[in-house]
């Protein structure tokens, strides 16, 4: 696969580095004069320097023929004309532009580039995953049925810690289909003891949500 | 009409310039406010501070409701993501985006864009001022 890759910070590098070590043919394309001295040290043969956004340089490079072409400068409005120029003027069957700054999203997405990668989104939703764990958090809902499959972490103040599965009071029309701990997926039975810090995934109606809470992670609330 | 100018180098503050003199409600936008200075004492049009691609500098300058919009910075890239925004995000119909790089006096149209090219105007100009018609002697 010969994967074009325009822009050659830390993104465009370690990209271009991790590609090369699974065997593909790849180039990276730098504007900065130093930056390509820095990448061809790196990198040997594969470093072009030269304006991504420009048709001519693009086609230098072999636009015309990758598989792939990524657009992962530092700035968003370069990404997003050289990944257009790849789509619509190159015909590359795949894009893929790093976003920099997510309120530009909407228009990434309208202007049909593949695929964007936005680091300060993935880490955002890192974050809000990791702070939401201690919440009942919705994996699944079903549109009809009012029902959902959801998530949530036994905390140490839930009267469920140390319990069994048969003794605990669960609200009513819920089902506890699968317990993480230490890496590991138990398929639970009555007799299961419930531990602090187990991850339990749970079929509820909808408005058992508050219930679950206060049953199994009151120290969030 | 009201027209929304992006960019205030010597070509967007000539833009707003002229046409706030022939009576239009004009706004410029440009991220640096001392550019605003080319605009000279007599623009009676309005300013916007912020890069042209922001949306929400963008919905400050009342591009919803422009008739038309003239994208006039002296950088392609930044031509191109504010042109898709004005037309995608905002539905203007006139957009006209400046040209920088003759490279994409072709390319621009070709992405849906309606360009005006400072070099080729220039050039056909001369061309249509020789005697031969403009083919080479």
């Known amino acids: 696969m010969y994967v074009?890759?325009?822009?050659?910070?830390?993104?465009?590098?370690?990209?271009?580095?991790?590609?090369?070590?699974?065997?593909?043919?790849?180039?990276?394309?730098e504007q900065r004069p130093?930056?390509?001295?820095t990448l061809e040290r790196l990198l040997g043969e594969t470093v072009a320097r030269g304006n991504g956004t420009l048709p001519s340089v693009l086609d230098?490079?072999?636009?015309?023929?990758?598989?792939?072409?990524a657009a992962v400068t530092g700035d968003d409005a370069t990404n997003l004309l050289i990944a257009v120029l790849g789509t619509r003027h190159f015909g590359v069957g795949r894009t893929i532009a790093r976003l920099n700054d997510p309120r530009?999203?909407?228009?990434f997405r309208r202007s049909g580039v593949d695929a964007l990668v936005s680091s300060s989104t993935i880490l955002a939703e890192l974050i809000e995953r990791e702070v939401a764990a201690a919440r009942v958090r919705t994996?699944?809902?079903?549109?009809?049925?009012?029902?959902a499959i959801v998530q949530v972490d036994v905390s140490p103040r839930s009267p469920a810690a140390g319990a069994l599965v048969r003794d605990i009071a669960w609200p009513?029309?819920?089902?506890?289909?699968?317990?993480h701990r230490d890496k590991r997926v138990l398929v639970p039975g009555g007799a299961t003891g419930l531990e602090v810090g187990d991850r339990l995934v749970l079929v509820a109606p909808a408005d058992a949500e508050e219930a679950l809470q206060a049953l199994l992670a009151p120290d969030a609330e | 009409m009201k027209i929304v100018v992006i960019g205030c180098g010597r070509i967007g503050a000539h833009v707003a310039r002229d046409l706030a003199a022939s009576g239009h409600q004009v706004c410029v936008v440009d991220p640096d406010a001392d550019s605003f200075g080319r605009l000279g004492e007599g623009f009676v049009g309005q300013t916007v501070v912020g890069p042209g691609f922001d949306q929400a500098v963008l919905e400050q300058a009342g591009v919803a409701r422009a008739d038309a919009v003239a994208v006039l910075t002296n950088l392609d890239s930044a031509n191109f993501m504010v042109a898709r925004a004005v037309i995608d995000?905002?539905?203007?119909?006139?957009?006209?985006?400046?040209?920088?790089?003759?490279?994409?006096?072709?390319?621009?149209?070709?992405?849906g864009l309606d360009t005006v090219n400072v070099p080729d105007l220039v050039c056909s100009r001369i061309r249509a001022g020789l005697p031969t018609g403009g083919e080479g002697a």
């Open chain 1, 4 to 29: 074009l890759i325009v822009g050659g910070g830390k993104v465009g590098l370690n990209l271009a580095r991790t590609l090369l070590d699974k065997g593909h043919e790849v180039t990276v394309l």
């Open chain 1, 34 to 37: 130093a930056r390509v001295q």
């Open chain 1, 60 to 69: 230098a490079v072999g636009c015309a023929r990758a598989d792939v072409l």
């Open chain 1, 104 to 107: 530009n999203e909407l228009l």
């Open chain 1, 139 to 147: 994996i699944l809902s079903f549109p009809s049925g009012g029902a």
């Open chain 1, 172 to 179: 009513s029309g819920t089902l506890l289909v699968m317990v």
């Open chain 2, 89 to 111: 995000l905002f539905g203007v119909r006139r957009v006209t985006v400046r040209v920088n790089d003759p490279e994409f006096s072709t390319v621009f149209p070709e992405l």
